[in-house]
């Protein structure tokens, strides 16, 4: 059985930053891609940021462009993302995922999915 377990949300100001970690049980990442999304109160679940399995290749959602980051650390069955200069409309829950084909945008071709970690960024 796949788990995915995000950690490391919680509430940080305007112009904060926080580090989302992603541990992967139950199947070896090394030879798959890696998402990040994130869901706001009353909003569709978007893409935040992909990765493929080597790590060589990313697509970030604009808004988060040069303010987040994602990486992976495929001996440690995990991925991650930096977020770095937080405003308030990055508030939401963020689920990771896997894909093992592609590494696009597109929700419905991710597989597994964590519980999410809430994101709060106060003004």
């Known amino acids: 059985q796949v788990q995915l377990v995000e950690s490391g949300g919680g509430l940080v100001q305007t112009g904060g930053s926080l580090r989302l970690s992603c541990v992967v049980s139950?199947?070896?990442?090394?030879?798959?891609?890696m998402g990040w999304f994130r869901q706001a109160p009353g909003k569709d679940r978007e893409f935040v940021a992909t990765?493929?399995?080597?790590?060589?290749?990313?697509i970030y959602r604009d808004s988060v462009k040069g303010r987040f980051t994602i990486s992976r650390d495929n001996a440690k069955n995990s991925a991650y993302l930096q977020m770095n200069n937080l405003n308030t409309e990055d508030t939401a829950v963020y689920y990771c995922?896997?894909?093992?084909?592609?590494w696009g945008p597109g929700l419905s071709e991710w597989e597994d999915w964590g519980q999410g970690t809430q994101v709060t960024v106060s003004s």
């Open positions: 995922a896997t894909r093992s084909i592609g």
């Open positions: 139950g199947r070896d990442i090394s030879r798959i891609s």
């Open positions: 990765i493929n399995w080597t790590g060589g290749s990313t």
